[in-house]
């Protein structure tokens, strides 16, 4: 029995010596709808808006990962007033893929730094601000076979802004949930 444990062991301990840790980078096009608060409301809160999501993703081992994603998110535009607003967020996050046999479905989560800016017109002026926030992301991801190391998949995330104030804007928390086509490489 313990001749038995010591060569299931040792065979682990190959097998994990012969894995190399794995990067992916990802670009992910999509669509961000605002949700809850006053940038949601749905009578004078704020429109859809399309945009891009990037990332890099580096494996410690099977389960645990690291990295970070930015997104831009431009001309989110108010329901009443002649206002739009474009948000940029930069966000290290701790990845991790759910299956240890095949790497399909992923999930995500990480502070935040989100940089909003509310664009000059004919009824405001420029203002811009820097906020805390969070991002909490999952997806799915497939290998695309005649294509060494391309993935594609669908990936979805919820984003929440601390604090939007400043001068004569005060929205308070910004929440919005983005839904995206996802272009990776395997490294």
Request: no cysteine; hydrophobic share 40%; glycine share 10%.
């Amino acid at each position: 029995m313990k001749i038995v444990l010591i060569l299931l062991l040792e065979a682990i301990l190959l097998n994990a010596e012969n894995k190399i840790p794995s990067s992916y980078l990802f670009f992910n096009p999509g669509i961000s709808i605002p949700v809850f608060g006053d940038f949601g409301d749905s009578s004078y809160g704020f429109k859809k808006t399309y945009g891009l999501t990037a990332g890099y993703i580096k494996d410690i081992d099977e389960l645990i990962s690291y990295g970070f994603f930015i997104s831009n998110y431009s001309n989110y535009e108010n329901k009443k007033l002649n206002m739009k607003i474009n948000i940029f967020s930069f966000t290290p996050v701790l990845f991790s893929w759910l299956g240890l046999v095949e790497r399909k479905y992923y999930v995500y989560i990480g502070p935040g730094i989100y940089h909003w800016k509310r664009e000059k017109n004919i009824d405001f002026d420029t203002v811009s601000s820097n906020e805390g926030g969070i991002r909490i992301g999952f997806g799915y991801i497939g290998y695309k076979r005649n294509i060494k190391n391309l993935l594609y998949g669908f990936n979805m995330e919820y984003n929440h802004m601390f604090n939007m104030n400043k001068k004569d804007i005060n929205l308070g928390s910004v929440n919005t949930i983005s839904l995206s086509f996802s272009l990776g490489y395997q490294k």
